[in-house]
């Protein structure tokens, strides 16, 4: 299983609504990552997580809570969030190398369309 | 700060021509860099890394330190090289700073 699985494909939530996102992936891969892809924009860096700690937050405002149960599985919480949080979001993962300097690749999810009405 | 710049937002070529995406970037360390690809419909994937020093789908890409380039290119376009491109540079961590995008569009 070479794939990161994320769910739902698409959300349409109100504001005051509280919902998650999910990813997994079965690679062994001990880094998983949250992205936000706006219209025409590039992929940006929202949480970081290394085998299961959260490593980076990319000063994400609080109203996205990240969460990782075990090593295959990382949740996005949404509460409480705006329109312009509408975007696809993106889950990757990769193995983490030795040393700084790893190359290594990231498998990216297809991604969570979420529309915040 | 680290920051990566793909000038062209779209790219039009007739299927057989020559391809080349720009991506330029600036680094204060030693840049590791990588371009994705994006087809219609499918995820986000790796297309190639510098480091590698690999052709995939035809494509290369070297990386120019003196002018901090790492353009993508393809002597013989197809059609089905039609997608976005993001040009990406790692930092510490594995993260990942991605460029602009640019859309390639291969026309028969």
């Known amino acids: 299983d070479t794939e990161v699985t994320q769910t739902p494909k698409h959300l349409v939530m109100g504001m005051t609504n509280k919902k998650s996102l999910k990813c997994e992936q079965h690679?062994?891969?001990?880094?998983m990552y949250w992205y936000k892809q706006k219209a025409k924009k590039p992929p940006e860096l929202m949480f970081v997580?290394?085998?299961?700690?959260?490593?980076i937050n990319e000063s994400v405002p609080s109203r996205f809570s990240p969460e990782c149960p075990n090593s295959s599985l990382l949740n996005l919480h949404l509460h409480a969030l705006q329109p312009e949080d509408s975007a696809l979001y993106l889950c990757?993962?990769?193995?983490?190398?030795?040393?700084?300097?790893?190359?290594?690749?990231?498998?990216f999810g297809s991604g969570t369309q979420l529309s915040v009405l | 700060a680290q920051r990566v710049t793909q000038p062209e937002k779209l790219l039009s070529v007739f299927k057989g021509a020559p391809v080349e995406l720009k991506c330029n970037y600036s680094?204060?360390?030693?840049?590791?860099l990588f371009w994705y690809v994006q087809y219609s419909r499918q995820r986000l994937q790796l297309l190639l890394r510098?480091?590698s020093r690999e052709s995939i789908k035809g494509f290369t890409a070297d990386l120019n330190k003196g002018e901090t380039s790492f353009h993508l290119k393809k002597p013989f376009a197809q059609e089905e090289d039609s997608a976005m491109y993001y040009c990406?540079?790692?930092?510490?961590?594995?993260?990942?700073?991605f460029g602009g995008g640019t859309r390639l569009m291969v026309k028969p």
């Open positions: 990757a993962s990769s193995h983490l190398g030795q040393g700084r300097s790893t190359n290594e690749k990231l498998f």
């Open positions: 690679m062994g891969h001990r880094a």
């Open positions: 997580y290394s085998y299961e700690k959260l490593s």
């Open positions: 680094y204060s360390g030693s840049p590791e």
């Open positions: 510098h480091i």
């Open positions: 990406a540079l790692r930092r510490a961590g594995n993260m990942l700073t």
